[in-house]
């Protein structure tokens, strides 16, 4: 079982639609992240957010707006998004400011977007 | 900055055979390693990870991976291939930093 909760499980949306996906951790973590990923390849990082302020944005397109509401919450609020847009995206966190932080992110099980 | 290198995107191996994953790494600090496995449709899932104390580390699974500095090498292992492990296998880096380099993963098809 996974302590990186992430909903929907899947998510079908029109280039015109507004919708969000959601993504909860209770392990006292204090970075969160969104990865994208398309078959057959690694995940690719979006978004970093350390003590729930935003430390990475790894170029993304305005029509990915991250919210980090609370430290056990990240979102992602998706506008006017494009059928290459379409993939698999992951949420995960990480202890940070801890004494023994390597980097180990735990992730989620991911949300399924397909854009028609 | 840290990189690692999987060569061979997919690799066959037959059931009860030994797993063999190879991975090189690339790091200007002391390097924390990770192998993760995900399965279809499903998140990552972390198998074993090397963080300065044996270089012989034990996963899930019936995985172990060895670190080898002189190589710059995290390989993956495990003695005997079982059908359930078809899945596809990510290493990675971190420099401690909370950024992770994966690499570009291998595709494992286990044939009965």
């Known amino acids: 079982d996974t302590e990186v909760t992430q909903t929907p499980k899947h998510l079908v949306m029109g280039m015109t639609n507004k919708k969000s996906l959601k993504c909860e951790q209770h392990?006292?973590?204090?970075?969160m992240y969104w990865y994208k990923q398309k078959a057959k390849k690694p995940p690719e990082l979006m978004f970093v957010y350390s003590y729930e302020k935003l430390s990475i944005n790894e170029s993304v397109p305005s029509r990915f707006s991250p919210e980090c509401p609370n430290s056990s919450l990240l979102n992602l609020h998706l506008h006017a998004l494009q059928p290459e847009d379409s993939a698999l995206y992951l949420c995960?966190?990480?202890?940070?400011?801890?004494?023994?932080?390597?980097?180990?992110?735990?992730f989620g099980e991911g949300s399924r977007l397909t854009v028609l | 900055a840290q990189s690692v290198t999987q060569l061979g995107s997919h690799v066959s191996v037959s059931e009860g055979a030994l797993v063999l994953l190879r991975c090189n790494y690339s790091?200007?600090?002391?390097?924390?390693l990770f192998w993760y496995v995900q399965y279809p449709n499903q998140g990552l899932q972390l198998l074993l990870k090397?963080?300065?104390?044996?270089?012989l580390v034990k996963g899930i699974n019936g995985f172990e991976a060895e670190f080898k500095k002189s190589e710059t090498s995290f390989h993956l292992t495990k003695p005997s291939a079982h059908m359930s492990d078809a899945a596809e296998y990510f290493c990675?880096?971190?420099?401690?930093?909370?950024?992770?380099?994966f690499g570009k993963g291998n595709q494992v098809v286990v044939i009965p």
């Open positions: 090397y963080t300065s104390a044996a270089t």
């Open positions: 995960a966190s990480s202890p940070m400011g801890q004494e023994m932080n390597t980097g180990e992110l735990f």
């Open positions: 990675a880096v971190s420099g401690g930093n909370n950024r992770l380099a």
């Open positions: 392990m006292g973590h204090r970075a």
């Open positions: 790091s200007s600090v002391p390097p924390y």
